[in-house]
């Protein structure tokens, strides 16, 4: 089933929800919450209404949006596509932990995930990447 949208409102801080069966997405209400650790890995189906219009499963633009988050952890979640370029002021700005390991994503890995100030942990591993 879904991720019930309450959880971005109730002042969680650490949500893990990995090795589930959970549909849906991620909540709009995520955008503003104080959550600081979103860990969703093994979750497959989670994404599978957040393809564009060329059938690629991206990273939801809400996440991009969650202002405290630190931790993130997308590892064996059936993304591929092509992995975005960040907006250096805007993404990520507490950013520590940035797991997407065991994906299908393909092309570049966008040289400005190096820059996000706070990353410690990048773990990229099990995916297309090239260059």
């Known amino acids: 089933g879904p991720i019930p949208k309450e ?3 109730s002042g969680l801080t650490i949500l893990k929800l990995g090795d589930n069966e959970l549909t849906g997405g991620v909540p709009d209400t995520f955008a503003d919450s104080n959550i600081v650790t979103l860990s969703l ?3 497959i189906a989670l994404f599978a209404d957040e393809f564009d219009e060329e059938g690629v499963a991206k990273i939801p633009d809400v996440i991009y949006a969650m202002p405290a988050l630190e931790v993130l952890e997308l590892a064996n979640c059936g993304l591929n596509g092509g992995l975005p370029a960040l907006d250096i002021d805007a993404d990520f700005l507490n950013l520590r ?3 997407i390991s065991d994906n299908m994503f393909t092309g570049q ?3 400005n995930y190096g820059n996000l100030a706070d990353l410690r942990v990048l773990l990229m591993a099990n995916n297309n990447f090239e260059g």
Do not use: S
């Open 7 to 9: 959880y971005g409102t």
């Open 41 to 43: 890995e093994r979750n």
């Open 97 to 99: 932990v940035f797991d």
């Open 109 to 111: 890995i966008p040289r």
